[in-house]
Each structure stands twice: as structure tokens, then as C-alpha cells.
């Protein structure tokens, strides 16, 4: 069919019924706004947890007495354990210096007083999974009937995890992501409600007109078309003004301020391009489809 | 009147109220344009809209539907628009039955059908021009033809002053106009009017039926749903009486109501009112 004519038909019908037009045009860029907003936050909040969680880690503990070879049999016998991501061997001194890092006065005094390095050889262990980072301990020292952790691979002198810190980090971090997934859920739901019931309205204001077409003998696509074409239409400029904003904010706002805090910089966001082209992408589609099945009703005269 | 446009004229064309007594035989040529066989239309919950109806019209014919308000005239229009579906019996158009007749294929139906309604039903926001060249853009009519066809119709109506106006920017009567050019601007072999003088005053109610007879000389047939008992017995056309939904009366040539004198109407006026024998059945 002519395409040119229905291009023509959707801009009469912009034109001359402006009002409910302009109504789902504003629609669709404030929801675009807010979800362009929100998507970056979404992410940057999973990716935090992500991190925090990625921390939980189990330290095996060396006997003092274990030579090279075997502490070279007890690295390959932890690697080959279920659940392990990676296997680091911190030696005594290491373990030392990292702990006077952190704690200066203490380690130093309390070195002095021992009149040596308390501390063990250590591997730290990083689990695949963090959530069942349990797994992994109760492999290496599996809990005797008496309640007491034995060491199951000869080398080992004590397994630990922090089991408190581990559980409230494991509990907390599972919460935030939840709860974002939920807000995004919801958020993306309401903003697509939103838009097409916007559209549906403009629409709506219309059905008249849609009757007496019907009734002059057009098809149901003769008369989809414009308005399909007017969606696309008012979805597109609405994700256009709402891209032009975010760019306009983030320029203005985000950028110079993530020069100066690196959490802002949260490294696994979305990358705008991609977010641009995405919002856009949602605005024209939901738009577009939401007036071709709102007219569906219209059309059954 | 442009005679030059109009096929098979008769002799001397008649004109308003000095129509013959008896009007030209319809020609009974084929198959009937419209052959509805016992149809029946019950409305949901129940209110009947047309009872065991049946009728036969034939090509070029002008048919008046009567009828008080209620009687079925808009039921039966709008069942040959297949607009609605009847509940039971079967309607026939140029012979073929609308139960055939797919949702798909509706659109073609009304493309061969024009429609003339009492509340005009333009599109508001197209000028005169547009709503007459749109049901010519809906055919997918090249737009040459549009350009050539739509100001000539709309010259024919008389309404070739008013292309680039609004429908909100005209009297009733110039917007019935608008609506029989965008009817008849592709020319259908029929022509469906529901009511179309029911908004008017008398004066323009005889332009507009004056413009349908000059469409129904063409060959086009006709059929009038009306009240205006004025028209129906000046034009002395064919006339189907309804009655709550049944076909009462069909006469070639007939009047909106059977003659009836002044005292006769006074029985039926007192009769209506209370205890006639023949009175309304409330």
C-alpha cells in the first residue's frame, strides 16, 4: 500500500489531534528518563554486591612442618575441589606484611612480643559460587560427629571462613540484589502500562473516526497503519528527548563527579551507548505495538 | 441538473412534487440486488430488531424503508452493511449470501455499498475534500483519478465552493451533501441511506432527496429508511412498511400511510390513545 500516503494520514492525525498525542510523547520520555536513570543504579548496586560477595574466601591453613612438595600436592589437591574458583598461596611473610598493613600497631607489637611470625602459610581459597562457599569447607574439613572440624588432606592444620562475616554478607548482599530486581521489575512494568495506556488513549479519542472508516470500506490494515506509523513516531521523539536529557545530565553532573569518587565510576554499568540505543529501541516498540492492539477493539465494527 | 451524467432517462424527467401517479416499472432484470429470506434479528436481552423479514429488490429499483421508530429500519440497514449479523435467515447481496462473506472481505462488501446516515458520520477532522477523497484513497484509486473525481462529484452536490472546509464549518444540510458525494463517488451498484433527512428541515430535506434520485437514475439502486411521510408520498416509490420488526405492507407505488381521511385519523388518534381496535399494542 502507499506508503507516503499513510505517512501523510499519521501526521494529520499529530497534527490535528495534538493534545493526546503530546500527552503519550511526554509519557514516554519521562518513563525513558526514569528507566535510563534507574538502569545504570540497578546495575551499579548488583555489581557493588557483586564485589562484596566476591570477597568471601576460605583460608587453609598449612601445617608449619609441610615441605615444598607436599604444599605443591595440597595446592593441586584444593584446586581439583568442587566449587573453587582460584587458589592463591599466601606464605607467612606475606600473610605478615598484609596484616601490618592493616592493623600497623598491633602486629608490630604483638610480633615483637611472640619474637617471631605466628602466622601460618595460607591458601586462600575464592569459591565459584559464593552462596555455597559451605560446600568447599566441609570438603576440606569435614565436621566429625563430635562437632569438631578434622582435616581431611594431610598438610592441613585448620580450615576457616569466617563463618559470621561470611553469612552476613552472603544474607545482606542477597537482600540488596532482590530487592533491585524487584524494583526493576516493577519500574520497567509500570513505565509499559504507562506508555500504553497513554496510548491507548489517544487512540481512544479517535474510535469515532475509526468506525466511519471502517464503515467506508477500508481494511484494517489501511487504517492500522498511520496509527502504527504515529506510534513509531511519538515513541521515537520521546526517547529522543529523554536520551538528550540523560546525555545533558550526565555530562553535566556524573561525569565530572566520578573524576573525583570511584564509586560512581562503578565499573560494570551499562555503556551509555548501549543504554541509548536500548531506551530508544523499548519507547518505539512499546509505543508502536501498544496502538496497533489498543485499535484492535476499534476495528471489529 | 446535469442530464448529461445519467443513464436511461425517461422522457421527461420528473422533478420534486409533480412525480407521476404511477412512477416507471423498476427494471426486473437478474438476479434481485438485495434478497433478504426470514431473517430475523433478536437483539441481546432479548428486544427484537427484525422479525421473519423477507423482501426482494431488484437492480435500479428505489425502495422506501417505513416505519415509526423502532421498527426495524436501522436494524435492516445496518444487517445489509453486515454491520450486524442476523440470528436467523440469510441475506443476499447481488446473490451472494453475507454469511460468505469473511471478516476480510466486509471491506470489499462496503466498498460496493454507499451509506448515507442521518448524523452525516464525516470524519472531523478532514476537510470536505479529504472525506470524500478517502473513500476513494481506501480502493486504492490512483491519485489523478482522486484529483479529477473528488472535485466533480462535490460539484454535482453543489458543494464545490466549500472543498477546503471543515465539516464542524457546515450547515446540516451541506454535510448530508458531503456524505452522499463520498457514498456515490465510486460509484456503488448500492445505495443505503439511513434517515438521511432526519436532521433537516423540509426545504433541505428535498435537495438531499432530489440528489439521492438523481443517484438512483444513474442505476444505482436505493433504498431510503425514512419517516418523513411528507417525501415518501410525494416521490410515490416503492415502500416497505415495518411494523415492530415485521414487513407489513410492500406496494410498488405507495404512500407512507394508506390514505386515510381526516376523520379516519381522528378514530386511529383517539383509538391510539386508549381502547382502539387496531391501536398500538402498549
Redesign the interface.
Same mark, same amino acid.
Given at each position: 500500500?502507499?506508503f507516503g !500516503?499513510f505517512l501523510k494520514e499519521a501526521f +494529520?492525525?499529530l497534527s +490535528?489531534?495534538s493534545a493526546p498525542g503530546l500527552a503519550a510523547l511526554l509519557t514516554v520520555m519521562l518513563t525513558a528518563l526514569v528507566l535510563g536513570v534507574f538502569i545504570p543504579i540497578v546495575q551499579a548496586t548488583t555489581g557493588t554486591a557483586n564485589e562484596v560477595r566476591g570477597r568471601v574466601a576460605v583460608d587453609v591453613y598449612v601445617t608449619s612442618g609441610a615441605t615444598a612438595a607436599e604444599r605443591e600436592q595440597l595446592r593441586q589437591a584444593i584446586e581439583r575441589t568442587a566449587n573453587v574458583r582460584s587458589v592463591d598461596f599466601i606464605s607467612k611473610a606475606e600473610g605478615l606484611r598484609e596484616a601490618k598493613q592493616k592493623n600497623p600497631g598491633a602486629f608490630a607489637e604483638g610480633t615483637e612480643l611472640l619474637g617471631g611470625n605466628p602466622l601460618p602459610d595460607t591458601f586462600r581459597v575464592l569459591p565459584e559460587d559464593p552462596d555455597r562457599v559451605g560446600a568447599i569447607v566441609d570438603r576440606l574439613a569435614p565436621r566429625e560427629p563430635s562437632g569438631e572440624r578434622v582435616p581431611s588432606l594431610a598438610g592441613i592444620d585448620e580450615v576457616r571462613n569466617k563463618e559470621s562475616d561470611t553469612d552476613k554478607i552472603l544474607s545482606a548482599t542477597g537482600l540488596v540484589k532482590i530487592l533491585t530486581a524487584g524494583l526493576a521489575a516493577l519500574l520497567i512494568f509500570a513505565s509499559v502500562a504507562l506508555v500504553a495506556n497513554t496510548i491507548r488513549l489517544s487512540v481512544f479519542s479517535r474510535r +469515532?473516526?475509526v468506525?466511519?472508516?471502517?464503515?467506508?470500506?477500508?481494511?484494517?490494515w !489501511?487504517i492500522r497503519w498511520p496509527f502504527v506509523i504515529e506510534g513509531i513516531f511519538v515513541g521515537f521523539m520521546g526517547g529522543v528527548l529523554a536520551v538528550l536529557l540523560l546525555t545533558i545530565a550526565k555530562e553535566t553532573f556524573i561525569d565530572p563527579l566520578s573524576e573525583r569518587f570511584e564509586l560512581l565510576a562503578a565499573p560494570e554499568t551499562i555503556d551509555f551507548p548501549l543504554l541509548i540505543v536500548l531506551l530508544l529501541v523499548a519507547c518505539v516498540a512499546v509505543s508502536a505495538v501498544g496502538s496497533a492492539i489498543t485499535l484492535r477493539r476499534f476495528l471489529r465494527? | 441538473m446535469t442530464t448529461t451524467r445519467l443513464r436511461s432517462l425517461p422522457a421527461r424527467a420528473p422533478s420534486g412534487a409533480t412525480l407521476p401517479a404511477t412512477p416507471p416499472a423498476p427494471r426486473q432484470t437478474g438476479a434481485p440486488v438485495v434478497e433478504l429470506r426470514d431473517v430475523s434479528k433478536i437483539y441481546g436481552g432479548g428486544s427484537v430488531g427484525l422479525e421473519q423479514a423477507s423482501m426482494k429488490i431488484s437492480r435500479g429499483e428505489f425502495v422506501f424503508l417505513v416505519g415509526a421508530t423502532g421498527c426495524g429500519k436501522s436494524t435492516c440497514i445496518r444487517l445489509l452493511?453486515k454491520?450486524l449479523e442476523p440470528s436467523a435467515g440469510s441475506i443476499l447481496i447481488a446473490g451472494k449470501d453475507l454469511d460468505d462473506v469473511g471478516p476480510?472481505q466486509v471491506?470489499?462488501? $462496503?466498498?460496493n @455499498?454507499g451509506?448515507v446516515f442521518q448524523d452525516y458520520?464525516?470524519?472531523?477532522? $478532514?476537510t470536505v475534500y479529504d472525506n470524500v477523497a478517502?473513500?476513494l484513497?481506501? @480502493?486504492?484509486e490512483p491519485r489523478q483519478e482522486i484529483r479529477r473525481k473528488v472535485p466533480d462529484i462535490l460539484r454535482l452536490v453543489g458543494l464545490s465552493t466549500k472543498l477546503h472546509n471543515f465539516p464542524d464549518q457546515l450547515s446540516g444540510g451541506e454535510q448530508q451533501r458531503v456524505s452522499i458525494a $463520498?457514498a456515490f463517488v465510486n460509484h456503488p451498484p448500492l445505495l443505503l441511506a439511513d434517515e438521511p433527512t432526519g436532521n433537516l428541515d423540509p426545504e433541505t430535506s428535498i435537495g438531499i432527496m432530489q440528489l439521492i434520485y438523481r443517484i438512483n437514475r444513474t442505476g444505482t439502486t436505493v433504498i431510503v429508511a425514512t419517516h418523513d411521510k411528507e417525501m415518501v408520498d410525494k416521490m410515490r416509490r416503492r415502500v416497505i412498511e415495518l411494523r415492530e420488526g415485521r414487513i407489513v405492507r410492500d406496494e410498488l407505488s405507495g404512500l407512507y400511510r394508506p390514505d386515510e381521511s381526516t376523520t379516519e385519523f381522528a378514530v386511529r388518534l383517539r383509538g391510539e390513545m386508549g381502547v382502539g381496535a387496531e391501536g398500538h399494542p402498549n
Open positions: 500500500m502507499p !500516503f +494529520r492525525g +490535528r489531534n +469515532r473516526e468506525e466511519v472508516m471502517k464503515l467506508v470500506g477500508a481494511t484494517n !489501511f465494527v | 452493511m454491520e476480510k471491506a470489499l462488501l $462496503r466498498r @455499498i451509506t458520520k464525516l470524519l472531523p477532522n $478532514r478517502y473513500s484513497q481506501v @480502493i486504492g $463520498r
